[in-house]
């Protein structure tokens, strides 16, 4: 078929495990951690890197490190995935989840503003398929409401918005390494922040209650054990060092399949702000007018990689219907999107010019009455 594999590895990912394999500590505690979480946070433009287990646990450390708990509330989009919602009820918050843009997918500014309660603490902006949420308009209410600002940029691994990269924009944000994200270990993520004093905090959270600079017994708060492994680490830098050259191939590839399918009728691709024309096309998001069953059986009967996006917002899940309190503001464009939307991996978007076009026709194809 011509679509490449992932993950992808290579002597490089060897080369650095082998540093860490003849240590005699492969755990959170090899200087491996340090460099990595150093080498992120400046290739995002952060000061400060935390390193976790995955991107679920530092969407939780990011609440806990901001003090967000019992009695507040936590404005959430309702699409995403789960764990920007559960990580809210984990620290014992309530997520309010708001509509998305129909075009852009994101998190919608003005729906931001109509949720705020006197009880909201904190907006988590999910930059959702890779091109980042509107950031001047989230960060302006943010600075006029006095709320936190936690990124979710589980897919916005060197994503822009207007030439600065995701991460720096909010208090803390939060990445993903798991198995599908354009640079993985199979599993991890890391908080970065512009804010010493927040990501001392994080730290803390992450690594059972130890200060920095004290002694290694003493710990002064409740945390927990976080920590990611040196082998995941030397495996991330090896990552780091290819993604660039990765999300390159990406937009020119997504850049061809849209000029060919742009007079196609029925079709829509998600409408990336000129802000955010630089990303990592983590997912080739779009919707379809006709029959998306049709569309999705057509296009992956012949081989082509598609999902049928969520079957239902973040809210429409058991957890949120039945056992856990949130609050739901109105959603009609995330309910029309959960029955009209697909998405392409992003594996099939790093193919040769050849497969790349052949993709772009079985879009045309999967989609035509
Ligand atoms: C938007 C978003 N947030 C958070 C996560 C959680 O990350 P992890 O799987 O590393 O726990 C994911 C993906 O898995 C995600 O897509």
């Known amino acids: 078929m011509g679509i490449p594999r992932w993950p992808v590895s290579g002597t490089r990912e060897r080369e650095l495990l082998e540093e860490v394999l003849t240590a005699e500590q492969w755990g959170g505690f090899h200087a491996m951690v340090g460099r990595f979480e150093a080498l992120f946070a400046a290739f995002q433009h952060c000061k400060y890197g935390v390193s976790a287990m995955n991107g679920t646990v530092t969407l939780e450390m990011a ?11 936590v404005i959430v989009p309702a699409i995403s ?32 503003r109509e949720a ?8 988590i902006p999910v930059h959702f398929g890779g091109p980042m949420a509107d950031m001047d308009a989230i960060m302006a209410i943010a600075t006029e409401y006095g709320l936190a600002v936690v990124e979710d940029a589980a897919h916005a691994h060197g994503s822009e918005w207007n030439g600065r990269r995701a ?18 270990a199979g599993e991890g993520g890391i908080l970065l922040s512009n804010d010493e004093s927040l990501a001392d905090k994080a ?54 399949i849209r000029e060919q399918l742009a007079d196609v009728p029925g079709l829509h691709f998600q409408h990336v702000p ?10 080739l998001l779009g919707w379809v007018e006709g029959d998306r069953g049709t569309f999705h059986k057509r296009l992956t009967s012949e ?31 995330a309910e029309a999107r959960i029955g009209n939307a697909f998405w392409i991996p992003h594996r099939a978007l790093m193919a040769d010019s050849e497969t790349t076009l052949k993709l772009a026709a079985g879009l045309r194809a999967a989609v035509e009455p």
């Open 81 to 112: 995935f789960i764990a920007t919602a559960t990580s809210v009820s984990r620290v014992g918050a309530t997520p309010v989840f708001i509509d998305i843009d129909a075009r852009t997918f994101q998190m919608d500014p003005s729906r931001v």
């Open 116 to 123: 705020i309660s006197a009880r909201t603490r904190a907006i």
């Open 167 to 184: 991460g720096s924009f909010g208090s803390l944000s939060s990445f993903s390494f798991q198995n599908g994200k354009v640079m993985t």
């Open 303 to 333: 081989g082509w990689p598609c999902t049928p996006f969520y079957p239902h917002t973040l809210y429409q899940n058991p957890l949120y219907q039945n056992q856990v309190n949130c609050r739901v503001m109105p959603c009609p464009n």
């Open 63 to 73: 609440l806990l490190a901001l003090g967000v708990g019992p009695g507040d509330e």
């Open 274 to 283: 000129v802000a955010a024309a630089v990303h990592t096309n983590y997912l």
């Open 203 to 256: 730290r803390e959270v992450q690594n059972t209650g130890r200060r920095k600079g004290e002694a290694f017994f003493s710990h002064y708060s409740l945390g927990s054990n976080f920590r990611i492994t040196a082998l995941q680490c030397a495996v991330l830098i090896a990552q780091l060092e290819r993604l660039p050259e990765q999300n390159d191939l990406r937009i020119r590839n997504v850049k061809v």
